[in-house]
């Protein structure tokens, strides 16, 4: 497992943008899928980005494809997810989450509140 620390949450208005960290503790970093998760209250969890080791290749849900995008930087063991065109149905709690290949996500943060005032 690795120690996993967001930032970057606060309160914007619509059509805002925010940018997220994630920094990880352990130097094997580049080995990790890494991904941002956001859960609403009264909702599940959902996945709203991934990215593999390298940061060659970049997987998103829907609901934000177009507007967030997601990128690493190994040398400084940190994920980002930037996030433009804020809506208020993107208010939630947003983690960052890391799994090994052919694993589970076992690795996560504590989260950071987004707020997206209409």
């Known amino acids: 497992q690795v120690q996993l620390v967001e930032s970057g949450g606060r309160l914007v208005q619509a059509g805002g943008s925010l940018r997220l960290s994630c920094v990880a503790s352990?130097?094997?970093?580049?080995?990790?899928?890494m991904a941002w998760f956001r859960q609403a209250p009264g909702k599940e969890r959902e996945i709203v980005a991934g990215i593999i080791w390298s940061g060659d290749s970049t997987t998103y849900a829907a609901s934000v494809k177009g507007r967030f995008t997601i990128s690493r930087d190994n040398a400084k063991n940190t994920v980002y997810l930037q996030m433009n065109g804020l809506k208020p149905e993107d208010t939630a709690v947003y983690y960052c989450?890391?799994?090994?290949?052919?694993?589970?996500?076992?690795?996560w943060g504590q989260g950071t509140q987004v707020t997206v005032s209409s």
């Open positions: 989450a890391g799994r090994l290949r052919g694993g589970t996500f076992d690795s």
């Open positions: 352990s130097r094997t970093f580049s080995n990790y899928y």
